[in-house]
């Protein structure tokens, strides 16, 4: 059946580090990716997506990688600060109108 | 910016009441979810809507209604509330299809049946 996994459900990192939230995904049929931050006591918002024919994107401090080989899909937050802790999610189109979520990543950032 | 407005961000109900949750959004977009959110369920799609007076189950509709009347508004029923519903729901919207059309969502609702 179609999925949306994480390889890790928390990440700890260390103020400055970079970080690299992980999804896997099951089926090739997606063809647009998306990632979304949810912070405590708010609804998700919106970071970068990417199209399958695509393997890299980047926007500001943060960069999405499409591996459609091994289906795999990372984001990496440069020079993390705590303002990135949150939960993040992955997410992707399936076969219908409907969005297929991963369960989330939490990140938490050590002063 | 977008903003999608949920008219609770908590709200305590007894099993067997009827609820309405209250979505709003001011961007003319033409599509609206709910969502209900779990501790290890992640976002589960409940109902959406691509137009005023359309609406189209989600994953887990069972339980749950939904009315758009106006194309700003769009608003979730549980018709006899039960414990098993209680949960964060949150709402959102977009204006293109899913592909390439970000979601924007609201704060949340958190409901607790007692």
């Known amino acids: 059946g179609e999925s949306v996994g994480l390889h890790l459900p928390t990440l700890s990192v260390q103020e400055g580090d970079n970080s690299i939230i992980n999804c896997a995904y099951s089926n090739s049929a997606s063809d647009y990716f998306i990632w979304y931050k949810q912070e405590s006591g708010k609804g998700p918002q919106f970071i970068i997506d990417i199209r399958s024919n695509m393997d890299k994107r980047q926007g500001q401090r943060v960069t999405v990688l499409l591996n459609k080989t091994v289906k795999h899909l990372s984001l990496q937050i440069a020079a993390t600060q705590p303002g990135d802790s949150a939960v993040y999610f992955c997410?992707?189109?399936?076969?219908?109108?409907?969005?297929?979520w991963g369960l989330g990543t939490s990140l938490a950032v050590n002063p | 910016d977008v903003k999608v407005t949920q008219s609770s961000r908590y709200l305590v109900k007894r099993t067997g009441e009827k609820v309405f949750l209250e979505c709003v959004q001011d961007?003319?977009?033409?599509?609206m979810f709910w969502y209900r959110q779990d501790p290890g369920l992640g976002l589960r799609l409940i109902y959406f809507s691509y137009d005023v007076k359309m609406k189209e189950k989600g994953d887990i509709p069972e339980g749950y209604s939904v009315s758009r009347e106006k194309k700003e508004r769009f608003s979730l029923i549980l018709e006899s509330a039960s414990t098993n519903q209680t949960s964060m729901y949150l709402c959102a919207s977009t204006q293109g299809g899913i592909k390439g059309s970000p979601l924007h969502f609201g704060n949340g609702t958190r409901l607790t049946v007692t």
């Open positions: 997410a992707r189109t399936g076969n219908n109108r409907k969005l297929i």
């Open positions: 961007m003319d977009h033409e599509n």
